[in-house]
């Protein structure tokens, strides 16, 4: 047997009788190896510029709340916030949008005072409730009969209550500010509500929240607005 010799240099290996075995071909895998990752990374790039960088999951989750429950959210701005409001009354005659009888007024019976017709005014949802009325010259009112008389001639039946509110819309790719509201587009929400002139309507209004999280390696980023349903 012969002792193990692990200092002296490895033997040359000669294939052919030649000094070496000398051959391109490595290398030209590793350049194609290069440029296969090269055109991987661009590629990668390319779909994150134009493509989505955020998966977006949804659901809408319906809870019942006692009493108690409902009292403590609406003293949380995240469910119950400040929202931009702007109502009116119009009338629809001959294919024509008008104002109602400026003695038709909007009253808000939680504040207590008088909200101006078509002009902004800013509340929570759970602030304010408001009331139709008709602003008489005298205790009988006459003026009022007199108006009656004067729409039955004109055959108007019904006049509209326009109610108007802060809108948004959700771009879900917008890493700042996924959620963007009235202040930043413009953008307003509204529907016209029907009522009729001779009888007394009831209008009650059911909101939903909408909560936006974020989720994200250390922490979560919550938003949320307030829509009428």
């Known amino acids: 047997m012969h002792p193990l010799d692990i200092i002296s240099n490895s033997p040359n290996l000669y294939i052919l009788q030649k000094g070496s075995n000398k051959t391109n071909f490595g290398g030209f895998l590793f350049l194609l190896y290069l440029l296969v990752t090269l055109l991987i990374f661009i590629i990668y790039i390319i779909d994150y510029v134009q493509n989505d960088k955020y998966i977006i999951q949804s659901f809408s989750h319906f809870n019942l709340k006692t009493d108690e429950e409902i009292q403590l959210r609406n003293t949380d701005e995240l469910y119950n916030q400040n929202i931009n409001f702007k109502l009116d ?21 939680k504040a207590g005072q008088f909200i101006e017709r078509n002009k ?16 008489c010259d005298n205790f009988t009112c006459s003026e009022y009969d007199d108006f009656l008389k004067y729409v039955e001639e004109i055959d108007i039946e019904y006049y509209y209550l326009r109610f108007q509110h802060d809108g948004f819309f959700l771009d879900h790719q917008n890493k700042e500010k996924p959620i963007i509201k009235t202040k930043d587009n413009g953008k307003v929400f509204g529907k016209y509500y029907r009522l009729n002139i001779n009888k007394t309507t009831d209008i009650v209004n059911y909101w939903k929240n909408i909560i936006y999280t974020e989720k994200m390696d250390f922490f979560k980023k919550i938003l949320a607005i307030v829509v009428d349903i």
């Open 89 to 109: 009354l119009r009338v629809f005659f001959q294919g024509k949008e008008l104002y109602l009888d400026e003695k038709f007024k909007l009253y808000d019976n």
């Open 120 to 135: 902004h005014f800013n509340k929570k949802i759970t602030e304010f409730e408001i009331y139709v009325l008709y602003e």
